[in-house]
């Protein structure tokens, strides 16, 4: 039985670059942040590539193997959250199977309640981003980017008691990300113009850049877009994304991989009200992130407490989504 109060969780998510599966240790009690813990990587190996490129049977051992050998390194973790990596047959990996190999509580599919409930399914950090903004002791309003495959916009207030508030937490998907590298080169002005007349930016949050959707916007750039280009076109579409908070945010903090692109944040700190930093100058593990985002959802979820709601994901009502298997 899992103890009341403060426990520490832990979460397993996959990391594209470089590829594997990363995990960080959370104190939580499932409302707040309480501090970090260890964090761990395990990397695919060529053969592991390769089957979960091919999207073959054996994926999903693949995944429960690595994450188990993983997990194993964190003992003292009292429950896990678990994210596989996403394959044509949706996520790899079983939360079942977890449980048993390691003898604690996994939480896993955390998007299909919100889903079958008429969500969007995502993003599920925004309840996550509130808990953090309170724990660095913010005051006022400010806003997560989380740079990944889509620049991913977190609007939370954490003068709210909770995220379930309504008026505390408003998440979308902004527009594209750009690649992290060198950019050199003035960006296509044309480009990025052409791209934000798309239907996308007309249609009001919550919204989450699709296949359809991201397709679109990247004909718009066009093929060839450089480096600039792109760079331009998520600084403009972060910029477009703050039409929609109810109020200027006094910090914006870039989470994701693509933190690391200095020509992205000098064209995000030309182009917004805001200050511009990362979650790591703010004091945030910036690479434990996501992983500890998933540990923070899967207390959530065993002692009943929302995980997203309409102004994050579009779902009707508030609503916690989780399968939990026990050992």
């Not at 109060?5 to 979460?11: D, I, Q, Y």
């Not at 280009?229 to 945010?249: D, K, Y």
């Not at 006094?250 to 805001?274: E, F, Q, V």
Request: aromatic letters at 6%; one cysteine or more; glycine letters at 12%.
């Amino acid at each position: 039985m899992l103890q009341s109060g403060a426990v520490w969780a832990v979460g397993v998510v996959p990391q594209a670059e470089p590829a594997g599966l990363r995990a960080a240790m959370l104190r939580t009690d499932g409302a707040s942040v309480l501090g970090f813990g260890r964090q761990g990587f395990r990397a695919w190996s060529g053969a592991e590539c390769a089957v979960l490129r091919a999207a073959a049977p054996a994926a999903a051992e693949v995944v429960e193997t690595a994450a188990a050998e993983l997990l194993s390194g964190f003992p003292e973790a009292e429950i896990v959250g678990f994210r596989g990596p996403r394959l044509a047959g949706g996520e790899a990996g079983s939360g079942a199977v977890l449980a048993a190999v390691l003898g604690c509580p996994v939480v896993s599919d955390f998007r299909s309640s919100d889903r079958h409930l008429g969500g969007l399914g995502g993003p599920l950090t925004p309840f996550f981003h509130h808990a953090l903004a309170r724990f660095i002791g913010a005051r006022a309003p400010l806003a997560f980017l989380t740079l990944g495959a889509h620049a991913a916009l977190s609007w939370v207030d954490p003068a709210e008691p909770g995220p379930e508030v309504p008026g505390a937490c408003v998440a979308f998907d902004a527009g594209p990300a750009a690649p992290v590298g060198p950019s050199t080169g003035a960006p296509n002005l044309k480009a990025v113009a052409r791209m934000l007349a798309a239907p996308y930016f007309l249609r009001m949050p919550p919204k989450a850049l699709g296949p359809a959707d991201a397709a679109a916007l990247a004909q718009a750039l066009g093929r060839r877009a450089t480096l600039a280009t792109r760079v331009e076109a998520t600084a403009a579409s972060v910029a477009r994304g703050f039409e929609h908070f109810p109020q200027a945010p006094t910090r914006l903090l870039l989470a994701g991989a693509g933190r690391a692109n200095p020509a992205l944040m000098a064209r995000l700190a030309a182009l917004l009200p805001s200050a511009v930093e990362t979650v790591d100058a703010a004091g945030l593990p910036g690479d434990a992130l996501a992983a500890a985002a998933c540990a923070h959802l899967a207390l959530r979820v065993v002692r009943g407490l929302p995980t997203s709601g309409p102004r994050t994901t579009g779902v009707a009502a508030l609503v916690g989504g989780g399968q939990i298997s026990r050992p």
